[in-house]
């Protein structure tokens, strides 16, 4: 490992030019202030194959992290984050301990910045169209319901569609939302052409369209859709809906079956129904899927949280959405 050896005015300074010399894996291994007030760092950039040497000082097969990351480590570890991306989080905290602030509050800017967050801003002149797609009982339904209050709330039009017409229960479950909520509500029936003004009374910000849970039927009705309206006012958003309940295997598959549709971002839901706070956050972050909302809960009012960096934090440090 070659030690670079950086003297600047501040520790501020000095860390940014270990970070601008080494770019973000490097690690400082000692600090020093020099008569005068400068500061001498000596730093290091970590490799893929050192870092548990100079990360954890401790043998490959039984990785510790030093003292002042232990706690940090375990709480990670409680919600179930990965041991590669704690290893790298821990590292990153590791470079940044000389600033002075607590790991925890250095992780959770840590893993703040390297979540990707899918926005749905109104955009002038057109509606927005947010699709959910996922397994069946993932919560698209749920989810929508709980994106059209809290856009109502914000103040902005929003209008429901389903492709589901043909399950028994699926339009009335829709319906009675739409009704609750004073919502218009379209079915797009199968072999109806769409058109744009069949969908949307017009003047909406965002319609949010429902679908059937099998990727068999919505990926044709979708790509069908995305056809019908290419020249239309609209964008297209189809966002992939994740329970953090289920395996890794379960989301690499429903990755794989929507992916023709190219995935916008995704919905992580039921987050409250199991202490794995990490595996879909972490499923989102390897396969750059930009996380929309977070769900907790089947409450339309409280469980849904827009995806925000603090929150991605607090669920990977504190396990829980605030
Ligand atoms: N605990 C918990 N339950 C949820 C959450 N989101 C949805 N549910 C529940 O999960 C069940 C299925 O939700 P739906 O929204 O109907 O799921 P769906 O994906 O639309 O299902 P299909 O239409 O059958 O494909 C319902 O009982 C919801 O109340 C969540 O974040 N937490
Ligand atoms: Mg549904």
Not at 195 to 221: E, F, I, R
Request: hydrophobic share 45%; charged share 25%; glycine share 6%.
């Amino acid at each position: 490992m070659q030690i670079h050896r950086i003297r600047a005015a501040s520790l501020k300074e000095a860390l940014l030019r270990a970070r601008q010399t080494l770019g973000e894996e490097a690690i400082v291994i000692s600090q020093e202030t020099l008569p005068g007030g400068e500061v001498a760092l000596a730093v290091a950039r970590r490799e893929a194959s050192t870092v548990e040497s100079a990360v954890f000082r401790a043998p490959r097969s039984t990785p510790r992290p030093p003292a002042a990351l232990r706690e940090l480590d375990q709480r990670l570890e409680k919600h179930n984050v990965s041991e590669a991306f704690r290893l790298e989080l821990c590292a990153a905290v590791q470079t940044r301990l000389a600033e002075g602030a607590h790991p925890v509050d250095l992780a959770a800017e840590e893993i703040a910045r390297r979540f990707v967050l899918a926005r749905l801003a109104r955009i002038a002149g057109k509606t927005r169209i947010l699709t959910l797609v996922g397994s069946t009982g993932a919560g698209k339904t749920t989810s929508l319901v709980k994106i059209a209050h809290g856009m109502q709330q914000a103040g902005r039009k929003v209008e429901f569609a389903t492709l589901d017409s043909h399950r028994v229960g699926a339009v009335e479950q829709l319906r009675a939302f739409a009704q609750l909520q004073g919502l218009p509500m379209t079915v797009l029936k199968r072999g109806v052409r769409m058109n744009p003004t069949a969908l949307a009374s017009g003047g909406v910000d965002m319609l949010l369209l429902d679908t059937t849970g099998h990727a068999n039927q919505d990926v044709p009705l979708l790509m069908q859709l995305r056809k019908a309206l290419a020249s239309a006012p609209v964008a297209i958003d189809v966002q992939l809906v994740l329970p953090a309940s289920t395996s890794r295997r379960a989301r690499a598959e429903q990755l794989e079956l929507y992916q023709s549709l190219q995935p916008t971002g995704c919905v992580i839901t039921k987050l409250d129904e199991t202490g794995d706070k990490a595996s879909a956050l972490e499923f989102a972050r390897e396969h750059a899927l930009p996380v929309s909302f977070l769900c907790d809960g089947n409450r339309i009012e409280a469980d849904l949280h827009r995806a925000s960096g603090n929150a991605v934090a607090d669920l990977l440090l504190m396990g829980k959405l605030s």
